[in-house]
């Protein structure tokens, strides 16, 4: 599965991911990153110095029906192509001596062969207007992050990878895999209702379906990075691993971890005062709150891994 394909991409969100790849690909000293605040981009995201001679645009839209998104890709080529030719003295000052052999369209999802056909009559257009900072036998191409894997690795294994999320469960397919959880785990599933009743839930039932999708949609996530991001996958793992055993610490022996936000009478009262529940298995905020005075973790960082992790709005 290609890593950005299920998720709607914001249009700054996209660039920034892309310029990650980028700069992976041809290096810190490779690659020059055009900022278009002023006076625009002059058909470019940025452009390869490297000698490969690369022109990229990045380029997000919020269609889904595949037609409607050929024709914004589209479009999208016709402008910014028309660009380099409108502008074509401030793109050869902007390009110096570097000769483009190719413009690249970088997208989310390119599953159109129409597209691939308007390249290739734009391309021949382009050709024809003889641009001094144009190679012979210039192209224009589409890509998508899975022309990057290898770019995306690499950032895995250095722990900055932009990580999009899974493509989203249907509500027949939790179902499905809840059904499936429940008759191989038997008896385990009747001892889960017990400690929930044990634990004072108003509508056990309830709390048990609800807690057995969020399991199935948790498996979702970590299925998504063990694929797509390994050594984060590994990071998160060991995480959640190390967490697990704290919060088993702090229930048989009353003790605190180094890494707790609260006490440990407020996390295992949170149930009781009202507080939002925490999402089992998701790397989300938690939440606690005292009666009348809600408190929120600003984050922790684990010793053991040296993986951090910030709380939005901390």
Not at 236 to 258: A, G
Not at 280 to 305: D, E, F, Q, V
């Amino acid at each position: 599965m290609i890593s950005g394909e299920h998720h709607i991409w914001l249009g700054d969100e996209w660039q920034t991911y892309c310029d990650g790849l980028f700069r992976e690909k041809h290096g810190s000293t490779g690659y020059v990153r055009v900022p278009d605040r002023d006076r625009g981009d002059l058909g470019m995201e940025g452009y390869s110095i490297d000698g490969s001679g690369t022109i990229y645009q990045c380029y997000a839209t919020e269609a889904t029906d595949v037609g409607k998104r050929f024709e914004k890709q589209r479009d999208k080529i016709t402008r910014d192509l028309g660009k380099l030719v409108a502008k074509k003295d401030r793109v050869a000052k902007l390009l110096g001596s570097h000769a483009m052999t190719c413009w690249v369209l970088m997208v989310p999802v390119h599953d159109s062969k129409e597209l691939v056909i308007h390249a290739r009559a734009k391309e021949e257009e382009i050709r024809k207007e003889d641009l001094s900072f144009l190679a012979d036998g210039f192209t224009v191409l589409i890509w998508t992050d899975g022309d990057f894997a290898k770019e995306r690795a690499a950032l895995d294994r250095a722990g900055v990878a932009t990580i999009p999320p899974p493509k989203s469960l249907t509500d027949d397919d939790v179902s499905e895999s809840v059904a499936a959880m429940k008759e191989a785990a038997g008896q385990k599933i009747e001892e889960m209702s017990a400690k929930l009743r044990r634990a004072g839930t108003p509508d056990v039932l309830s709390a048990r379906e609800r807690l057995l999708r969020q399991v199935v949609e948790a498996d979702n996530i970590r299925e998504h990075l063990r694929r797509e991001f390994p050594t984060t996958s590994e990071l998160v793992l060991t995480e959640l691993d190390i967490e697990e055993r704290d919060v088993i610490q702090e229930r048989d022996f009353k003790q605190i971890h180094s890494g707790s936000a609260i006490t440990v009478p407020l996390r295992f009262s949170y149930h009781r005062s009202g507080a939002p529940e925490r999402e089992a298995g998701c790397l989300r905020p938690r939440y606690w709150s005292r009666p009348g005075k809600p408190t929120r973790p600003r984050g922790c960082r684990s010793l053991a891994t040296g993986v951090s992790f910030g709380f939005p709005g901390a």
